[in-house]
């Protein structure tokens, strides 16, 4: 069964990119372009993983990541946003992996396969 991803960002070029990407990858994608819009997808979708960015409108990725955490714990999250400071914010060590974004998605791509690799195992 293919692995569902869940790509929370806002700007569509990138999305579309990680959607394409992670499609050619044999990955199921589902998009959302901000926070709130991750908890429908959440509830609805039931990803594997989530890819998610931190500076978007409406909700931000530290919000959601907070409601999706306290919702579903066993979901690996990966943050994934172009500023490094994040890393020091006590919020983002909820998540699983933190990787600052790159048009090279082959970091993000071994970030997904080890996590999904260490749930499958769990």
Sequence with gaps: MKKKIL???????LRLLYEEELRSEGYE???AG????AIQQLEIGK???IILDIVMPVMDGMEAL?????????????LNTSYSGYQQDFMSWAADAYVTKS???SELKMKI??????????
Excluded: M, W, Y
């Excluded at 790509?7 to 070029?13: C, G």
């Excluded at 901000?34 to 819009?37: D, L, V």
């Excluded at 907070?66 to 990966?78: N, T």
């Design 7 to 13: 790509v929370v960002e806002d700007e569509e070029s």
């Design 29 to 31: 994608v589902l998009t």
């Design 34 to 37: 901000n926070g709130r819009e």
């Design 47 to 49: 990803p594997d993983l």
């Design 66 to 78: 907070g409601r999706i955490v306290s919702k579903e714990r066993k979901i690996p999250i990966i």
């Design 103 to 105: 048009h090279d998605l």
């Design 113 to 122: 396969r080890e996590l999904l690799e260490k749930r499958k195992a769990s």
